[in-house]
């Protein structure tokens, strides 16, 4: 029987097979069955190995490893690197075919001309990002403070809101009847 031949199992089987190398394999197998049924329980595979490797050689193979990984991440690279040429070189062949060559020059030339203009409109302290205008992080701070000064002219400050409704939370805790409790909710959601 070789070592990784295994007779049928039985309950309560267990069996260690070892080679002759100095490598030792220990391999045990368990059955348990019980009454209502059968139950299996893992079987477990352990290596005990005798190595005659010095501190000198695992510090070689660990160079020897290191290179490898080495290797294989320069093998990668080259690989992603071949792969976006040979894609590039697939996908101008494939617009040549479509008549897209013209198409893919107009839309980097507009590219090219929008990035100038965003670039122009940044310099102002303004992002225009889904044709929604917002200020950029070089904005002058006399632009942030205008827009806050506008804001709270119109709607007034985001604190105001608290107030209001911390009043209104005091007002109803403390109302006498149901109804004029209600009457303050109704005054609170009509501002």
Do not use: C
């Not at 139950?39 to 290191?66: G, P, V, Y």
């Not at 320069?74 to 976006?84: E, F, G, L």
């Not at 062949?93 to 479509?98: G, N, P, T, V």
């Not at 107030?163 to 109803?172: H, L, N, S």
């Amino acid at each position: 029987m070789g070592i990784y031949d295994m007779p049928p199992r039985a309950e309560g089987h267990s069996i260690e097979v070892a080679s002759e190398s100095p490598r030792r394999f220990l391999i045990t197998s368990r059955l348990a069955i019980a009454e209502a049924g059968k139950r299996t329980t893992l079987t477990t595979i352990t290596m005990n190995n005798t190595s005659t490797f010095s501190s000198a050689n695992r510090k070689q193979l660990a160079d020897l490893l290191k290179k490898y990984g080495t290797m294989r991440d320069k093998a990668y690279d080259n690989y992603h690197s071949k792969y976006k040429e040979l894609e590039q070189s697939v996908l101008g062949d494939y617009a040549e075919e479509q008549k897209g060559v013209q198409l893919i020059s107009e839309i980097a030339a507009a590219q090219e001309e929008l990035d100038s203009l965003k670039e122009n409109l940044s310099g102002i302290g303004l992002e225009l990002d889904d044709k929604a205008l917002s200020i950029s992080w070089s904005a002058p701070k006399s632009l942030n403070e205008r827009i806050e000064q506008q804001i709270e002219r119109s709607i007034g400050k985001k604190s105001d809101i608290d107030t209001r409704f911390d009043k209104a939370q005091v007002a109803i805790l403390t109302a006498s009847t149901l109804e004029d409790a209600q009457q303050i909710m109704k005054s609170v959601s009509d501002e």
